[in-house]
C-alpha cells in the first residue's frame, strides 16, 4: 500500500493568508500543506513570533492538516554579508517549522552562475558548508533540510543535487525532487530520474508546463496532464520505488495569476490526476 501523501502549495493560493489558505487546501482534500515563507508569502521568518507560530499550529491542528514543507527563499551563501544573513534566517526557518511540526525545510542549492569575480570551486565550497551549519542546527530539532532541483542554483540536475548532498554529508540533508526542472536540466529524464536521485529524495513539487523553446526557455503553466512534462512515467516510478513522502502541487498562481485558474479548480484537478496515475 502506498504511503505518499498529498500537500497543497500556498503559491497556488497567493491571496490568501495562512490561515484561508489552510482552509482552502484542506477543502480541496489535501492531506497537507506546503508554505511560502518570504516577506510576500503566507508567513515571513523575520517578522512572525513564536507565539503566531503556535496560533498557526493550533489552527491547522483543529482543521485536520499537517505541514508538509516550509519553502524558503534564502541562498546566497557567497557575499560575506548575504551569506550570514542567509545561515540566520535558515536557522530561523528551522525553529518555525519545529513549532508547526513540520518535518522539511526548502533550500536552494546556492546560486548559478557564481557571481563576477567567484569561482565555481569556491561558490560551491561555501554553499556546502552553508548548507552544513544550518543542516547540523536543523538536527537538533529533528528537521530535515531539502535542496531543490531547481533553476538558478548549483542543483538543476539529480546529478548535481547528489553531489552537492553528498559533500555536505550530513544524515538530514536530502533532495526536494522537483522534476519539471530536471528535466529541463537534459541529464537525466523519466524513470532514469527518479531511480538515481531514489535514496535522497525526501520531498517532491509537480507542476506542468507547455514548453516552447528550452533556449532560451520559453514555458506557460498548465494544469497537470497538459503539458509536456514526463509527469506519467515519474510518478508511476515514484511509487516503483517505494517512495514515502509527499507529493506537492506546486500549482503556480502566484507566478503565473493569468494562466491558470483559481486554486479550487486547478488543484483539485492536479490531485485527481495524480492520484488517478497511481491508482493505474
Not at 62 to 70: A, D, P, T
Not at 175 to 195: C, H, N, P, S, T
Amino acid at each position: 500500500m502506498s504511503k505518499i501523501k498529498f500537500s497543497g502549495h500556498t503559491m497556488g493560493t497567493p491571496q490568501c493568508n495562512i490561515y484561508e489558505a489552510m482552509k482552502v487546501i484542506k477543502d480541496i482534500g489535501y492531506d497537507g500543506i506546503e508554505v511560502r515563507v518570504a516577506p510576500d508569502g503566507q508567513i515571513n521568518s523575520e517578522k512572525i513570533s513564536n507565539s503566531e507560530s503556535k496560533d498557526i499550529y493550533k489552527s491547522a491542528r483543529k482543521i485536520g492538516i499537517e505541514f508538509s514543507c516550509l519553502s524558503s527563499y534564502y541562498k546566497d551563501f557567497i557575499n560575506k554579508e548575504a551569506r550570514t544573513h542567509t545561515i540566520l534566517n535558515l536557522k530561523r526557518v528551522v525553529e518555525i517549522a519545529d513549532i508547526l511540526k513540520c518535518p522539511n525545510i526548502r533550500v536552494y542549492g546556492g546560486i548559478d552562475p557564481s557571481p563576477p569575480g567567484v569561482w565555481f570551486v569556491e561558490n560551491w565550497e561555501k554553499t556546502v558548508s552553508g548548507i552544513r551549519e544550518v543542516a547540523k542546527y536543523a538536527a537538533t530539532f529533528g528537521i530535515k533540510v531539502c535542496i531543490e532541483t531547481h533553476i538558478g542554483s548549483l542543483t538543476m540536475s539529480v546529478r548535481d543535487t547528489i553531489r552537492l548532498i553528498d559533500d555536505i554529508g550530513m544524515n538530514n540533508v536530502g533532495m526536494l525532487f522537483d522534476y519539471a526542472w530536471v528535466e529541463l536540466a537534459g541529464i537525466e529524464k523519466g524513470k532514469e530520474a527518479v531511480r538515481k536521485a531514489s535514496k535522497y529524495i525526501y520531498h517532491c513539487h509537480i507542476k506542468d508546463w507547455k514548453i516552447f523553446s528550452k533556449k532560451p526557455l520559453q514555458k506557460k503553466a498548465c494544469l497537470m496532464g497538459e503539458g509536456d512534462i514526463q509527469w506519467k512515467e515519474v510518478i508511476k516510478e515514484l511509487k516503483n520505488i517505494g517512495y514515502i513522502g509527499y507529493i506537492s502541487d506546486e500549482y503556480e498562481k502566484f507566478w503565473s495569476p493569468h494562466e491558470l485558474p483559481d486554486a479550487k479548480e486547478g488543484m483539485k484537478h492536479n490531485l485527481k490526476w495524480v492520484k488517478n496515475i497511481l491508482r493505474e
